[in-house]
Structures are given as C-alpha cells and as structure tokens.
Nanobody
C-alpha cells in the first residue's frame, strides 16, 4: 500500500509564498511522474505542474514563472514552490504520483488547502 501525504498549505497574503511538500511512503519499488493539481470551489480539478522521472517539467499557463516543481527521487518526495501568489490560486492542492509497487498505479494525496487573501 502506498500513501501520499501533502503538507505546507495555509493562509497567505497576495504576493506571498508557500512551499508544498508531497511525501510518498509504502512498498515502493520505483517512482515515476509526480504532479500537483488544484481544485477551487465549483471548478474542476486542474493540473498545475508535472515533473517526470528525468526531471523535465510542465506548468499550467496560469502559474508559469511563479511556481516551481521539484523532486527528490531518493525519498519519494516532490515539492511545489509557489511565489507571487494571487487570490485566484486559492484552492485545495493535491499531489498525484505514478508509483511502482511493482504494479504501476496512480495514487493521490488527501489535499492541502491554500488560501490567498487579497
């Protein structure tokens, strides 16, 4: 069984920064793509940032230049550094990881609330 635990959310003023962490644990034999998603009230969940095993990344247009995703393969952890936060970044942020146990499956974290006050 694999668990993803997110942390680092909270309340911040517009223009501020937060760093989210996502740690995977369990019977992991390999660790592939990791992504951060967010879901605002009344909206669909959307991809914010993705990092592949080789370190290449993709970002949603709305966060390019402000957010940075990174990972540490050795301890199955991913981070999302969020700078210059805006009120429209307010959402529940979820991490998703493709993990091999050795069966390759997608796992989701429980979500962490990010609230940006204007």
């Amino acid at each position: 069984q694999v668990q993803l635990v997110e942390s680092g959310g909270g309340l911040v003023q517009a223009g501020g920064s937060l760093r989210l962490s996502c740690a995977a644990s369990g019977s992991i034999t390999d660790f592939y793509n990791m992504g951060w998603y967010r879901q605002a009230p009344g909206k669909q969940r959307e991809l914010v940032a993705l990092i592949r095993r080789d370190g290449t990344t993709n970002y949603a247009d709305a966060v390019k230049g402000r957010f940075t995703i990174s990972r540490v393969n050795g301890n199955y952890t991913a981070y999302l550094q969020m700078n210059a936060l805006k009120s429209e970044d307010t959402a529940v942020y979820y991490c998703k990881a493709m993990v091999e146990t050795p069966i390759l499956s997608a796992y989701w974290g429980q979500g962490t609330q990010v609230t940006v006050s204007s």
